[in-house]
């Protein structure tokens, strides 16, 4: 698909810097920018070779020389968005580029829409959706390990994969249409004997990819990880101890933390979004109430709990209660506080926190803070291919259509079971097929498209 428009806009960030770049994609780049470009060698556009630099000036149409610039001169295919491309690189100046850009649009091109250029790349074959939000996750990447998944996405990592079991469904689903259009060649077997075990395995790789989902999308936005107890067991000494920084206010007075605070912890190249929560427990101030309430909704919506207790004071009949509602979550008990006498016992230990990690630490001494974080850390790594660059699934526009194409290879298996007719296989095997399409961006509804482009810059 070749555009008949030309866009430009400016791909580096809006401010002072020693350079800025305006990018210039369509069939008519080259005879645009040579409108208000001149190079010092006196030397046409037209006339430059592919993937070269020009020196020269950009001038107005007047005369007037408005910057001094490089013209990097790429033609298509062999592009981001497989037309021809130039970026022109500027001084780095709100100024000088909305000056260049201007005269650039008034030689023809057009202002760029959020995320076009990426689109074009996409709807002309040169990436696919996946990699298209591997982009996005590239810019927004917080930690090194992030911009490692989403770099191995860009690269094909999942793409690769999808192919694959889109090319065994093919298979399986030629198999099929032959035995129904060609009946007579059948043996007296059952078709389904030459490839049930195969989509059984095909199944099972595809619930494999499906749990890496919860894991890509930890490494891509941070480990929502909610730091929770009674009042005064030690949670905000804990945040500014794991910090190493005074985020949030300590003192004895029970009830100090009103709201969940939040901050971002890098661990490793994981990032944690650690949340602060007010102490757990019936009270009849209003603003605490509220606090007490973001606590337990946090609680819910946590992929990692830490459940401080006071090891000092021991167990009480609060602890129990927050025990109880984080049963169900991940878990890693904190025996905060021992540098002082220690009030646990070992019935306690086996009678409650039997079913996750206890870590013992003095948010006050900085004792055993290590020890959480590689607890911490190994939550997020254990098993987990998005740590080994491998295909994972890392939003949930890709979770869904996995999930749904599994449904489908479910009731495949579940047919072959029950001896159902052929035709009935191939109807849910092509579903299974356009589901996993959906994950590359095979037949996606042109409103989602422009809903994913548009959280793109401008210049990208």
Not at 51 to 72: A, C, F, P, Q, R
Not at 397 to 411: D, F, G, P, T, W
Request: hydrophobic share 40%.
């Amino acid at each position: 698909m070749l555009f008949e428009d030309t866009i430009a806009a400016i791909s580096t960030p809006i401010g002072v810097g020693g350079i800025g770049i305006i990018r210039v994609s369509g069939k008519e780049t080259i005879e645009i920018v040579d409108k208000v470009f001149r190079a010092a060698n006196k030397k046409s556009l037209k006339k430059v070779d592919s993937h070269t630099i020009t020196y020269g000036h950009i001038v107005s149409d007047s005369g007037k020389v408005l910057d001094e610039v490089l013209i990097m001169l790429m033609k298509g295919p062999r592009t981001f968005t497989r037309e021809d491309i130039i970026e022109i690189n500027c001084h780095g100046g709100p100024v000088p580029l909305n000056a260049v850009l201007m005269e650039v649009i008034k030689a023809g091109a057009r202002m760029a829409d959020n995320g076009e250029f990426t689109k074009r790349a996409f709807l002309n074959g040169r990436i696919d959706l996946a990699q298209v939000e591997a982009i996005m996750d590239i810019i927004e990447s917080k930690t090194e390990l992030s911009l490692s998944q989403a770099v191995g996405q860009l690269e094909g990592n999942l793409s690769k994969k999808i192919k694959e079991y889109q090319d065994t469904l093919i298979q399986v689903i030629a198999r099929i249409e032959v035995s129904i259009d060609y009946p007579e060649y059948d043996d007296d077997e059952p078709i389904t004997n030459d490839f049930e075990a195969e989509l059984k395995d095909l199944l099972e790789e595809l619930r494999e990819l499906l749990r890496t989902a919860d894991t890509g999308k930890m490494i891509r936005e941070g480990v929502k990880t909610a730091i929770v107890g009674r009042p005064n067991v030690g949670k905000s000494s804990l945040l500014n101890a794991l910090l190493e920084e005074n985020k949030a206010i300590v003192t004895d007075i029970p009830g100090t933390t009103r709201d969940v605070v939040e901050a971002y912890l890098n661990i490793d190249g994981i990032p944690f979004q650690l949340l602060d929560t007010a102490g757990i427990r019936e009270t009849e101030d209003i603003v605490e109430k509220i606090g007490v309430e973001r606590s337990k909704s946090s609680i819910e919506e946590a992929d990692l709990v830490l459940m401080l207790v006071d090891s000092h004071v021991g167990l009480l009949d609060k602890d129990q209660e927050i025990l109880e509602q984080v049963k169900n979550k991940h878990v890693i008990y904190i025996f905060n506080k021992t540098d002082l006498e220690n009030n646990i016992t070992q019935e306690m230990l086996e009678t409650h926190f039997s079913n996750g990690e206890v870590i013992k630490v003095s948010a006050k001494e900085q004792s055993g803070l290590n020890e959480l974080r590689q607890a911490m850390k190994h939550f997020v790594i254990k098993g987990s291919a998005a740590v080994h660059n491998e295909a994972t699934i890392s939003n949930q526009r890709q979770k869904q259509s996995l999930i749904n194409a599994i449904k489908s290879l479910e009731k495949v298996i579940d047919a072959i079971e029950l001896g159902l007719p052929e035709d009935c296989l191939a109807i849910d095997l092509h579903d299974a097929f356009g589901h996993l399409g959906m994950i590359v961006g095979e037949s996606l509804k042109e409103e989602i498209i422009n809903q994913l482009f548009s959280r793109f810059c401008l210049g990208k």
